[in-house]
């Protein structure tokens, strides 16, 4: 697990990370590593000022807060940064390679390099850079890790991206919270059975409620991973917006799997294989 904090006071991100790991009381070894958000491209970053506004404005500011997780509380666990490319950039991407020294010489062990810039967000999105992570990846120490983020919706997408950047892994953040089964194929690891998104909808429920997640927050990724079905049946996607427990949330998730039980309203998200 890596927790991340948004920030560009060195001593408040210092103080939320250490609460944290206070908070997380028996299991704060379970952190392993602090992750700086150096890529949101969101205006609520713009106004926090930090995320992609953060690493085009103030290098010097994020590579402090850098400095300063490492110095307080990175003996024992990795620091990360989320980054983008930088706007504008040169084809060498020579503004993107300084930013980013700037924060390995900070002490930053692990980069994970969204290969779109801050500008590419939403309809302006486009297709990410994977060459651009590869040239990132030939560019830092061989000892810093680079996780490739970026366009990765299924398994053969996250092994191509893999392929092209050279990188060490691959991240995945829509296409994951749409498909949790997204790296394992959709394949279940001990049957070989095909899991569909009805099924990952109710394993989440399960996990939901040994956890006491609040069901706000439970909506948002059931109407991501059931997108399909909820769309098609706008009584079901009412309902799931007015539900305040997750067994009301459950109850929606029974009342899709009457209308439609084979699922063929929600997207199969399967590899060849399964055809």
Request: hydrophobic share 45%; aromatic share 4%; with cysteine.
């Amino acid at each position: 697990l890596i927790a991340q904090f948004a920030g560009h006071d060195p001593p408040t991100v210092a103080r939320a990370a250490a609460a944290t790991l206070e908070l997380a009381g028996p299991h704060a070894d379970n952190v392993v590593g602090l992750d700086v958000n150096l890529g949101c491209p969101q205006q609520i970053a713009r106004r926090g000022g930090y995320g992609a506004y953060l690493l085009e404005r103030d290098i010097a500011a994020a590579a402090a807060v850098v400095r300063r997780l490492r110095a307080d509380l990175g003996d024992e666990r990795i620091i990360s940064c989320k980054v983008r490319l930088l706007p504008d950039d040169d084809a060498a991407l020579t503004n993107t390679n300084v930013a980013v020294a700037r924060l390995v010489d900070a002490g930053c062990g692990l980069l994970c390099v969204h290969g779109r810039t801050r500008i590419q967000n939403k309809h302006l999105s486009g297709a990410p850079s994977w060459p651009a992570v590869a040239a990132l990846r030939a560019a830092v120490p061989p000892d810093v890790v680079v996780i490739a983020n970026g366009g990765v919706a299924d398994a053969e997408t996250a092994a191509a991206a893999l392929a092209v950047t050279g990188a060490d892994a691959v991240m995945s953040g829509e296409g994951l919270l749409a498909n949790p089964a997204l790296f394992c194929g959709n394949r279940d690891p001990e049957a070989g059975a095909f899991v569909d998104a009805r099924r990952l909808a109710r394993e989440y429920l399960e996990l939901a409620e040994a956890t006491n997640a609040h069901p706000g927050d439970a909506r948002g990724h059931i109407f991501k991973m059931l997108h399909g079905g909820l769309s098609s049946l706008p009584g079901a996607r009412d309902a799931l917006a007015a539900a305040s427990s997750l067994e009301a949330v459950r109850r929606v998730v029974a009342s899709l799997d009457a209308a439609d039980p084979d699922g063929d309203l929600e997207a199969r998200h399967h590899a060849p294989d399964f055809d």
